[in-house]
């Protein structure tokens, strides 16, 4: 089986709502914040997406102020087993790798990169064949789309971006990104049972 990928621009009142309903249909999913490094012995695990920090915000690194793509997440059921490795630095810091990555998906949140209009593209992934993981991609995708539309080739907007257009940059990859590369959403509006082109 290939990977799986749904790809989208949305801010996160789009998403909010279905996700939290997710949560409860599945009774609970976990988010395993994918950080390089931690300055403690401190694994990031939330609970609910409500507790995702900055849900939404995209700032810029800490490398020389370059832009980096916004945080990523495993997603995983909760009461399913993972495993990782924890690594202590030199530096003192730690790192942590995850081993079994069967029964997750990625996760990606969309959002406004701070003290911009610029709306950054989210995605969801996987690459498990693992039922588990092909559920939970399917129920996350199905929760997503219930306030997104696609409008050109498999990428999808959220309803509050396409309702709200002439207010944001859907940019290719960065604010720096040249303007003839953002998603043009001219043609597209937002009806109830999701956007359509004139």
Do not use: H
């Not at 959002?111 to 991609?137: M, P, R």
Request: charge should be neutral; proline fraction near 2%.
């Amino acid at each position: 089986m290939k990977g799986r990928g749904m790809y989208f621009y949305a801010l996160k009142e789009d998403f909010m709502e279905s996700i939290k309903e997710l949560e409860k249909k599945m009774e609970g999913l976990l988010y395993i914040k994918d950080e390089i490094v931690y300055d403690k012995s401190e694994f990031k695990i939330y609970e609910s997406i409500e507790e995702l920090p900055d849900i939404g915000k995209i700032r810029m690194g800490t490398f020389d102020d370059v832009f980096y793509d916004q945080w990523r997440y495993f997603v995983i059921k909760k009461g399913e087993e993972f495993e990782y490795e924890e690594f202590k630095m030199k530096s003192g810091k730690y790192r942590y790798d995850l081993i079994n990555t069967k029964g997750t998906i990625i996760f990606k949140p969309s959002g406004i990169y701070v003290d911009t209009n610029c709306v950054i593209k989210g995605e969801i992934t996987t690459i498990s064949e693992e039922v588990s993981a092909q559920l939970l991609f399917k129920e996350f995708k199905k929760a997503l789309l219930k306030n997104m539309v696609n409008v050109a080739g498999g990428m999808y907007v959220g309803k509050s971006v396409i309702e709200n257009k002439e207010r944001y940059r859907l940019v290719y990859g960065s604010p720096q990104s040249p303007k003839e590369y953002d998603l043009d959403l001219s043609d597209v509006y937002w009806k109830e049972k999701g956007g359509k082109k004139k």
